[in-house]
DNA sequence: ACCTAAGCGAGACGGTACGTCTCGTCTTGCG
DNA sequence: CGCAAGACGAGACGTACCGTCTCGCTTAGGT
């Protein structure tokens, strides 16, 4: 019979995805940031182009320039979208939080895209002014979460009075980071610990 | 048929570099190397491309493919050229061995190119392995050279001696990097001043 | 990594002919076959290349290999397109329309870019099977037109019943040819005279 | 391709030739004129270049230009060399002559490199002024041996004598060139036959 | 119920850079 | 001085993407 319908038969067969009147797609900016993201967690940042994007997501490259001017914003917008704080442990130590902020970090850079995204936002960030400054942003946003680790410490009288929170918060971070950059995120518990623990017990005798 | 060419070549009779026989000629290695970190330097990976070193250096592109196979392996040969020890200076305590130790990196990255450098190694690190390795290993060798103000203050007694000298350099080279990488490189002397104490003193209170 | 570009672009802003949309240019092809017949008539093969094509006609490379997959079948298009058969005059003897064909060919490719086109059709012929079966083709079709003086002389009863046109056709226009590619298209009206006296009379005393 | 030898490869096992004084080495000259002759007839001009014939000839550029000074000059030197009159068959008539000369000359260019080597020649022409002027000055020369046929012919009073024997010569030739380069070497001898009786007896009734 | 406006996919356009090939020149070290 | 070897500057090869453009289509919302 002709005109049998099973209800799935939107746009046909190859699924073209086609304008939905004169406003934005959702479905196309879903579809981009997708494929976008798809090909940064796989190949890096070498291998993700427009063209590849566009190719991957089934749209046209001017769809992806109205939304996303250049390379590196949709890659920044990549990162956003994919981008959630880790869960706050509070453990009650200020060994214990850095101990668990330092191994959930590498964990979750090593096992998840959000590794490689990120990875290529830092790469982005070293000759491109815009990436640079969304990622300077977004480094003191998240230190400035991460201090919280040592504003709580400081609450309960474990640290000392005079520490900056959001320093302390950089300069973990910033090891963590280091791995991230150098291929080295699996750092033993053991050595995560010796971490902590200098960090948090200074190196004087 | 390829390439047939009329008799018109002329080849500019000016200062054209030449061939010095069936060996490497090193003013042709110098001259790509010069443009290839003035580029560098100036426009950062973006900007820098093997034809752009080539007519910057008056050289074939195949005179550039021959000895540095990849636009990778150029930008690293352009870092190890350039990278240089800082003078270890030995101010006698851990802490001013640190802040010199930060202090005069942070200027360096700064005021050379050496900084614009550095960045572009670590985003090329960031997406091809070749790059990679051999920024581990270079951060590994440097870790290990600024390892020696701890081994020193151990020496002395000044500091625990169950620090990890390596360990305690990367931590402390991580936080410059992390600055270097987000365009940060102007920390007044004392928010470094901090950061030493922070690290060196330890949070407990 | 590849093809970063900073914004630097501008385009020239001038005449810049782009596209028209998701369809082949018509002004960039003829501005192409116009270059490229140009290249060809002023400087034959040599000197004929995709690249000089390009920068005569403004245009880029791929829009050049979009449309014509290689340097041969650019040249069989040019000479595709300028060909034109030359007009078929009936002087009313078979002795006058060989000196007429005779003359009338080697002055046209003596006089117009023509000539130079076709040898360079042939020389691409020579070594590349596509520009040969073209070219075996045209001859085909040529000699079968040219034929048309063996059959009008035929219909006379002026010639032989048992002559075969396009073969008759074929040993005249070899011989035009040959002039061609040896450079000797200045042949006096005297020379050809004896040609055709020699071709229609025959050699028998 | 470095260690392939076919039965031209002279030199021994080692394979290094080297200089026999401050003289020509006819060793040297022999190996690149065959690597060059090996080269044309299997793969065509195209496929040709001076560093595929160092490379086969396990000589040195430098050598090649020493005494060819062009890929033209190469070319037309391995022509002279390998290029060989025809057997001049004398049947006792003039058909008979022209039947064997056509029949013998499409044999020989289809049957041994000498075809390909020619029609590498006559391409070569088409845009080198050097090369142009060796075909002309060769035509002229067989076109004048081949002449003898109607020399002959005209003395045993079979033809007419106000025949140019020299003229009717390269019209015999223009058609047999005409085939080779069209690639139609594989006439069958009807058609021959009747190429001969046209030319031989003329078109008129 | 039309009509305008904008988003959509598609893909051609002028370009730049890629990495490879050959050009013709040069200089070496050996014989 | 001839030779093999091979580096050199130059530039064409054919391909991949760049970012821009226009097309023909679709649909929503204002008239």
Not at 73 to 101: I, M, N, W
Request: charged content about 25%; glycine content about 8%.
């Amino acid at each position: 019979m002709r005109g049998e319908r099973d209800g799935t038969d939107d746009t046909d067969a190859s699924g073209a995805r086609q304008s939905i009147g004169a406003r934005r797609n959702p479905a196309s900016a879903a579809a981009i940031l997708d494929a976008a993201e798809a090909l940064l967690a796989e190949k890096g940042l070498g291998g993700f182009s427009i063209e590849a994007v566009a190719r991957a997501a089934r749209a046209g490259k001017p769809t992806i320039y109205r939304w996303w001017p250049s390379r590196t914003s949709l890659v920044l917008a990549v990162y956003q979208r994919s981008k959630q704080v880790l869960p706050e442990v509070d453990t009650g130590s200020v060994a214990g939080d850095c101990r668990a902020f330092l191994t959930s970090l590498l964990t979750y850079w090593r096992d998840t895209p959000s590794g490689q995204l990120f990875r290529s936002v830092v790469a982005e960030a070293q000759h491109n002014t815009e990436a640079a400054e969304v990622l300077a942003a977004y480094s003191d946003e998240r230190h400035n979460g991460t201090a919280n680790i040592f504003r709580r410490a400081m609450a309960r009288g474990e640290i000392r009075a005079d520490i900056d929170p959001v320093l302390a918060a950089e300069m973990l971070a910033s090891f963590a980071r280091g791995r991230l950059l150098t291929g080295r995120l699996d750092a033993p518990p053991a050595a995560i610990e010796r971490v902590v623990d200098q960090f948090v017990g200074g190196l004087r005798a």
